[in-house]
């Protein structure tokens, strides 16, 4: 089965392929011809992802899933939340966003947090959601050279090494993306 995964992001490609295997064959918003920056201009993870999914659908009408992330720090007031890729500014640079954490969090006893995925997407005219969390902890220095965005300084619950010190199979049984990409999987198997 074909479906368009609407990014541009060669890291979550890889990741969500990995997922996927090959049971379906994705393409990206570039070889759909989709060359535009879809617009994110919701204050919730779960309204930027059903807009992109809902923008591919509406204008190159194919089915689709969209997904939105970010990571949630509760004693900062869930930032860096929906702006988690750019948090630092738009420059989207991963390490002054986790520069901009680790500095916020300099202070903070509460170094919980979590990831979260949601996954919208357009199926045979409607519209469907997948949610993925993991819960963990903030570190206060980077461990790790694999992964991207905040993954060097987050441990997830249960684990002693940081997602970017995982290799992309390990950090894909647990993951917040793999636990939202499940229940998509079993959907779309399923139907």
């Known amino acids: 089965m074909k479906l368009c995964f609407a990014t541009n992001n060669q890291n979550k490609l890889k990741e969500i392929q990995a997922l996927l295997g090959d049971k379906f064959e994705l393409v990206t918003l570039s070889e759909i011809g989709c060359l535009e920056e879809i617009p994110e201009p919701f204050e919730t993870i779960e309204e930027n992802a059903l807009a992109k999914a809902r923008y591919v659908h509406e204008k190159y009408g194919l089915d689709c899933f969209a997904d939105d992330s970010g990571l949630i720090v509760p004693s900062l007031n ?19 966003n986790i520069n901009l954490l680790l500095q916020k969090l300099s202070n903070e006893n509460d170094r919980s947090a979590y ?77």
Do not use: C
């Not at 959601?129 to 991207?148: D, L, N, Q, S, Y």
């Open 115 to 191: 990831f979260k995925t949601v996954i919208y997407l357009s199926f045979q005219n409607e519209y469907h959601a997948f949610e993925g969390r993991v819960p963990g902890t903030i570190i206060g220095e980077k461990r790790g050279t694999g992964g991207f965005g905040y993954d060097p300084v987050f441990v997830p619950q249960g684990h002693d090494r940081t997602f970017a010190e995982m290799s992309l199979a390990e950090k894909s049984k647990i993951s917040h993306r793999s636990i939202a990409f499940a229940g998509l999987i079993d959907f779309l198997e399923n139907h």
């Open 78 to 96: 869930g930032e860096p939340g929906v702006h988690s890729a750019y948090y630092a500014g738009p420059q989207r640079s991963h390490d002054d």
